[in-house]
């Protein structure tokens, strides 16, 4: 079946510096979506790609989808601590398959 | 504005005892509605997904069950819980359709099992 891989598994970043996360499909996906879970809380939605090559910003998020849209990739210039939390990529249309997500912590 | 409720926020159950954990939507009609399960640090698995009353798909072989007897409710059961259950269970609900799948989760429940 369907498997969406991410990485980093875990990263720790000092404030203020950029921030990663990848993620991989075995198959092409209809459509990549991004969550946030924050410790202790559920995910929220954060915003979806569909069209091969998009980009899109969010203030300090940048969200990319490859070409083949087998790849995706959410970028943080200038972390903060309110970005703490795990970052998930799912793919797929109305089931989703979600990556393994990736920790981020922030030191201040 | 739509909303999602989903109860209780934590629970603490014997090995071999049932389960009924609920999750309802307000403010939107004919929802796909999912269960998904989060081990500690760990990514979702999607157990079970609806796209109407009495239409239930299972992802997982396993020792839970869901059912949805009503449009915007959607209850996940056991009959006799195991260690391997122990986790963090997440309800979510999408618009149906292929252009707006975003899922909007509730706030889930921690089930310790012992």
Known sequence: ?108 | SQTIHQWPATLVQPVGSPLSLECTVEGTSNPNLYWYRQAAGRGLQLLFYSVGIGQISSEVPQNLSASRPQDRQFILSSKKLLLSDSGFYLCAWSVQGPTKVAQHFGDGTRLSIL
Not at chain 1, 12 to 41: A, M
Not at chain 1, 49 to 74: I, M
Request: aromatic share 10%.
């Open chain 1, 1 to 108: 079946g369907q498997q969406v891989m991410q990485i980093p598994q875990y990263q720790h970043v000092q404030e203020g510096e950029d921030f990663t996360t990848y993620c991989n499909s075995s198959t092409t996906l209809s459509n990549i979506q991004w969550y946030k879970q924050r410790p202790g809380g559920h995910p929220v939605f954060l915003i979806q790609l569909v069209k091969s090559g998009e980009v899109k910003k969010q203030k300090r998020l940048t969200f990319q989808y490859g070409e083949k849209k087998k790849n995706s990739s959410l970028h943080i210039t200038a972390t903060q601590t309110t970005d703490v939390g795990t970052y998930f990529c799912a793919g797929g249309g109305n089931k989703l398959v979600f990556g393994a997500g990736t920790i981020l912590r922030v030191k201040s």
